[in-house]
T-cell receptor
């Protein structure tokens, strides 16, 4: 595997379900990100981890819970979601946070539908 | 607040040239990125500008004017595979990326 991978690619869940999204990066990076992408809206940064420590939480509802066990893996645990949470969830990684040239490498995303 | 503006959609003809504009108002500036995103795929990095002027990379060029809060992405010799969304993002004073909503580019034969 190369780059950034995400599983599952598609997920349909009810509002009472609990599910997890997984992201893995094979680039030796130290920073990982979760973004939400809704149609015709800018990418919304949700969480940032740098060297396994959470450095950003952009006022994300508690029904989204991130977990970063090591620099290569990132999870997003989902529970009691709302239909408006339906979106494409993108994971990204970069060498580390901070610094002006900080190219982020993205995974293909998980298309989430909440019924 | 911080804001990135770019057109929602543009249409161009195969073989032609198209310019996608991006204007920004952010708290500080530490560089501007352009990404390409094909439908159902990951965004991929195209270019980075931190100083004023033009950066050329093959068929793609990106321009920056910091005093005007303005950038454009220029695509030459358009190919059908260039049909995609183009995302403009600015790194602010906290080194956080602020994203535009993206410009969907449709290429017609």
């Amino acid at each position: 595997e190369t780059g950034v991978t995400q599983t599952p690619r598609h997920l349909v869940m009810g509002m009472t379900n609990k599910k997890s999204l997984k992201c893995e990066q094979h680039l030796g990076h130290n920073a990982m990100y979760w973004y939400k992408q809704s149609a015709k809206k800018p990418l919304e940064l949700m969480f940032v981890y740098n060297f396994k420590e959470q450095t950003e939480n952009n006022s994300v509802p508690s029904r989204f819970s991130p977990e970063c066990p090591n620099s290569s893996h990132l999870f997003l645990h989902l529970h009691t979601l709302q239909p408006e949470d339906s979106a494409l969830y993108l994971c990204a990684s970069s060498q580390e946070t901070g610094g002006s040239y900080n190219e982020q490498f993205f995974g293909p995303g998980t298309r989430l539908t909440v019924l | 607040g911080q804001n990135i503006d770019q057109p929602t959609e543009m249409t161009a003809t195969e073989g032609a040239i198209v310019q996608i504009n991006c204007t920004y108002q952010t708290s500080g500036f530490n560089g501007l990125f352009w990404y390409q995103q094909h439908a159902g795929e990951a965004p991929t990095f195209l270019s980075y500008n931190v100083l004023d002027g033009l950066e050329e990379k093959g068929r793609f060029s990106s321009f920056l004017s910091r005093s005007k809060g303005y950038s454009y992405l220029l695509l030459k010799e358009l190919q059908m595979k260039d049909s995609a969304s183009y995302l403009c993002a600015v790194m602010d004073s906290n080194y956080q990326l602020i994203w535009g909503a993206g410009t969907k580019l449709i290429i017609k034969p």
